[in-house]
């Protein structure tokens, strides 16, 4: 197949030219000079995506799975018990690492779709007057079901119930890409990965840490060995690490970040936002539900949308990348079959957007949807062309 192939899953997304290039070089030594400036430069800008003055930065190889490992396992001891919410495929998968982990884990069940129910929280919460939960974890944006849950609600009912729990955030589909504010949100661990927001190829997980996660790092009974950021922490002080970093990631890290910051993070989240908005009008276009309920908590990432019963959603992945060489993602768990993935975040522009809704538009008309060829695409040009006008 000739022609540039789209690679529209949430998750690993486009990497820049840019950062491509600045891979392209020969590999340094890890223990030589060259390491200490590009790790500081890398924490700092980290600093500002994580939304934090002060917090610690650790990177390790690995993948996001690993950077929930990594904030559990330092935080929390076997036995520990662990407030979760089943809303989605990651927030099920965070529940589960904890209980792997040893952790005495209670997952509230919700709706997939929904996000995290503040109520039930400050009921948790309330109903625990020995304060024996040590931990309540959140995905920020849980990439199965295309929904965002403000964090911010999350610490205003630890709050309002005065609970000392630490706040375990998953921000790995929204870190650089939706709005991400560890300090004015009290969050304690968040957890991100290179292959989303970041614009990286896989292969590195990213954790900002409060004060009082260090802290907790320290008397942490839980086996760690790769993966114990204590001496992650005091080596990143001086540019290294305790293990052979990924170091050509390092530097592709370093571009994405400078490309973030040239753009403005303001700007990247409101470019999110507005493409976003350009794709949910065109699902709206073709009579396609949502999997995401509430317009409050649509995702700037992605969008996952459901097909009629008749349809396997499968279907429209595979017509969509044999046809027109475009991937789209996979309806996961509870939602296979019933439900495909239309990712939106990262190195992406218009017109990239435009292309997506086309692929996948014909892929629709081509298994047999009612739906008039043009009009998803018309109704995503008809959105990019008002918001760029209201943007000026
Ligand atoms: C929200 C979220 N959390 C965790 C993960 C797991 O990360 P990884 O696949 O990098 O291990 C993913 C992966 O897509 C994710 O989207």
Not at 172 to 189: E, N, P, T
Not at 194 to 215: F, H
Request: glycine residues 8%.
């Amino acid at each position: 197949m000739s022609g540039r192939r789209f690679l529209q899953v949430p998750g690993p997304t486009n990497v820049p030219d840019r950062v491509l290039r600045a891979m392209d070089r020969p590999v340094i030594d890890h223990r030589g000079t060259e390491l200490p400036p590009l790790t500081a430069e890398i924490v700092e800008r980290m600093r500002g995506v994580f939304g934090t003055k002060s917090a610690e930065v650790v990177l390790f190889p690995g993948s996001g799975t690993a950077g929930w490992e990594a904030s559990i396992s330092n935080t929390l001891s076997p036995g520990d018990r662990v407030l979760a919410f089943n809303l989605g495929m990651f927030s099920h998968g965070y529940a589960d690492c904890a209980r792997a982990l040893g952790m005495d884990v209670e997952e509230i069940d919700v709706e997939w779709g929904r996000s995290v129910p503040i109520e039930a929280l400050a009921e948790a919460l309330a109903a625990d007057s020995e304060r024996t939960i040590r931990a309540v974890q959140v995905v920020h944006n849980d990439t199965s079901t295309g929904v965002t849950t403000p964090i911010a609600d999350v610490r205003a009912a630890l709050d309002r119930a005065d609970h000392p729990a630490l706040l375990l955030v998953d921000a790995v589909s929204s870190v650089a890409s939706i709005d991400f504010q560890l300090d004015r949100w009290g969050v304690d661990v968040a957890v991100t990965g290179a292959q989303k927001g970041l614009m990286l190829p896989p292969g590195m997980t990213i954790l900002g840490l409060s004060d009082r996660a260090v802290a907790a790092g320290k008397s942490s009974r839980s086996p760690r060995f790769f993966l114990d950021w204590r001496p992650a922490i005091d080596m990143i002080h001086n540019g290294y690490f305790p293990y052979t970093p990924a170091t050509l990631l390092l530097y592709g890290l370093r571009e994405a970040l400078r490309m973030l910051d040239e753009e403005g993070l303001p700007n990247v989240f409101a470019r999110h936002a507005r493409l976003a908005a350009a794709v949910r009008a065109a699902v709206a276009e073709w009579e396609l539900a949502l999997v995401c309920r509430d317009p409050a908590n649509y995702s700037s990432t992605l969008t996952a949308v459901c097909v009629p019963d008749d349809l396997d959603a499968d279907d429209v992945l595979r017509v969509a990348d044999e046809h027109f060489q475009l991937s789209l993602g996979a309806g996961l768990g509870q939602l296979k079959g019933r439900a495909f993935r239309i990712g939106h975040l990262g190195w992406l522009n218009e017109l990239m957007v435009l292309a997506t809704i086309c692929g996948t538009e014909m892929a629709l008309v081509e298994l047999g949807l009612p739906i008039r060829l043009g009009s998803g695409v018309g109704a995503c040009e008809q959105q990019l062309v008002e918001s760029a006008l209201v943007a000026g």
